[in-house]
């Protein structure tokens, strides 16, 4: 019996209809591999900054963590953000060259700006002022230190021992300039200054006590003592 290759008149109706074998497709091509125009800085520190980093990694040892360039967002943050709407804009697009934190729990103790030639231009003076009224307003300590071929241990020694004492003297607020936390208003937060509110440690050997803890928690964990009147 010879096959019959000629489609009958039942499959070229259901091929009108759509109804019949799929048709043949070739395969998609395969997408090009993505290619991310992304390369590793070689000049993440100037030399300038590089040779000022090593002075300063040696004077401080262990005892002290150098971060290069930090950007201020990273530092700080704004205590009332639905007031200061502007004051972010001027953290965000701004970095510290070096800052400086206790290597067991990373909290800042103060900055560094190297100040080379570049700081004189007047656009420049501008953003330093700005950056020192950051520092100045969070009361943490900013160093400035003209850029140099050499340095002196024992200068730099003086201004990072200043550095810390100033630093220590904001780690202990005045608490007693803020609310009473036995009044029945909320007191302010020594950090931020705006009401905190009433927690319950849910874990640790205080679970189940209430303590008045600040709105800006985790950004601030400043926490006072609650007294049930």
Request: net charge negative; hydrophobic share 40%.
């Given at each position: 019996m010879t096959e019959n290759n000629n489609p009958g008149c039942l499959t070229a109706f259901l091929r009108f209809f759509g109804l019949g074998r799929e048709p043949?497709?070739?395969?998609?091509?395969?997408?090009?591999?993505?290619?991310?125009?992304?390369?590793?800085?070689?000049?993440?520190?100037?030399?300038?900054?590089?040779?000022?980093?090593?002075?300063?990694?040696?004077?401080?040892?262990?005892?002290?963590?150098?971060?290069?360039?930090?950007?201020?967002?990273?530092?700080?943050?704004?205590?009332?953000?639905?007031?200061?709407?502007?004051?972010?804009?001027?953290?965000?697009?701004?970095?510290?060259?070096?800052?400086?934190?206790?290597?067991?729990?990373?909290?800042?103790?103060?900055?560094?700006?190297?100040?080379?030639?570049?700081?004189?231009?007047?656009?420049?003076?501008?953003?330093?002022?700005?950056?020192?009224?950051?520092?100045?307003?969070?009361g943490l300590p900013l160093v400035h230190i003209p850029a140099r071929m050499g340095y002196s241990h024992n200068e730099l020694n003086e201004l990072i021992a200043q550095a810390l004492t100033n630093s220590k003297a904001v780690d202990q607020p005045e608490k007693d300039n803020f609310c009473d936390p036995t009044d029945n208003e909320a007191p302010l937060c020594p950090k931020c200054g705006i009401p905190m509110v009433l927690r319950t440690a849910a874990r640790g050997r205080n679970t189940g006590r209430q303590f008045y803890g600040c709105t800006n928690f985790p950004r601030c964990r400043e926490v006072l003592p609650y007294q049930p009147v």
């Open positions: 043949k497709f070739d395969p998609l091509p395969e997408p090009a591999p993505r290619i991310l125009p992304y390369r590793v800085r070689d000049d993440f520190l100037s030399p300038a900054e590089l040779s000022f980093y090593l002075v300063l990694k040696n004077i401080v040892g262990q005892h002290l963590t150098i971060c290069p360039k930090v950007r201020l967002s990273d530092i700080f943050f704004v205590s009332r953000p639905n007031v200061n709407f502007s004051a972010y804009n001027s953290i965000n697009q701004k970095h510290v060259d070096f800052l400086v934190c206790d290597p067991r729990t990373m909290r800042p103790r103060f900055g560094v700006e190297l100040d080379d030639s570049s700081h004189l231009r007047s656009y420049r003076a501008a953003r330093d002022e700005d950056v020192d009224d950051i520092f100045e307003a969070a």
